[in-house]
């Protein structure tokens, strides 16, 4: 299997700060490599897929770089609302895996 | 708008076989364009994606689970389901069935979720 590693696990900010999230591949999966946004009680939510592409109607302030195993979910301006769990997942090979989440808190 | 809505027993005996059906509207369940998925998540950790199926019947299974896992479909009720045997507590979760663009490479994400139901495993 695929492992996938992200960080931090945990991460404190404010409203307005950049954020910047972290997941690492065991092996290059080029670009398949999926953010989801997830929130207490509620399901994950798809904001960017294929490393850098921006799911519709996820806000611009979202962003997403990376290729081979390093990749990184960006933040620009962080709102109220984005304080929740983010997940990163791989599909270049079966079994698909995800990150063991990263939870961005108020500080 | 693609709506999918998880349903069965939320209490299952240990050894016995969880079963849990995924109901889909809107339009695009058999066209062919879809992978139609299961994920689950227990509570307090992370995301575990368990397998998927296309309309064709093909599937693609985690296979740390596959000697107990049987996805199906069934194109007349706009319905896929999961069936897991001789389950124990470990298998305890929220599980949630997802709908997986189909483009013919490796991109593909889980871009529409159900809301999740508990399953918990206990005699």
């Known amino acids: 299997d695929i492992q996938v590693t992200q960080s931090p696990s945990s991460l404190s900010a404010s409203v307005g700060d950049r954020v910047t999230i972290t997941c690492r591949a065991s092996?290059?999966?080029?670009?398949?490599l999926h953010w989801y946004q997830q929130k207490p009680g509620k399901a994950p939510k798809l904001l960017i897929y294929?490393?850098?592409s921006l799911q519709s109607a996820v806000p611009s302030r979202f962003s997403g770089s990376g290729s081979g195993t390093d990749f990184t979910l960006t933040i620009s301006s962080l709102q109220s609302e984005d304080f929740a769990t983010y997940y990163c997942?791989?599909?270049?090979?079966?079994?698909?895996?995800f990150g063991q989440g990263t939870n961005l808190e108020v500080e | 708008q693609v709506q999918l809505q998880e349903s069965g027993p939320g209490l299952v005996k240990p050894s016995e076989t969880l079963s849990l059906t995924c109901t889909v509207s809107?339009?695009?369940?058999?066209?062919?364009?879809?992978?139609w998925s299961w994920i689950r998540q227990p509570a307090g950790k992370g995301l575990e994606w368990i397998g998927r199926?296309?309309?064709?019947?093909?599937?693609n299974y985690n296979p740390s689970l596959s000697s107990r896992l049987t996805i199906s479909v069934d194109t007349s009720k706009n319905q896929f389901s999961l069936k897991l045997s001789s389950v124990t507590a470990a298998d305890t979760a929220v599980y949630y069935c997802?709908?997986?663009?189909?483009?013919?490479?490796?991109?593909?994400?889980?871009?529409?979720w159900g809301q999740g139901t508990l399953v918990t495993v206990s005699s």
């Open positions: 199926i296309f309309t064709s019947g093909s599937t």
């Open positions: 294929g490393a850098s």
């Open positions: 092996r290059n999966i080029i670009k398949y």
């Open positions: 809107g339009d695009s369940f058999s066209s062919g364009n879809y992978y």
């Open positions: 997802a709908r997986e663009p189909f483009r013919g490479s490796h991109l593909s994400e889980s871009d529409s």
């Open positions: 997942q791989q599909t270049y090979s079966v079994p698909y895996t």
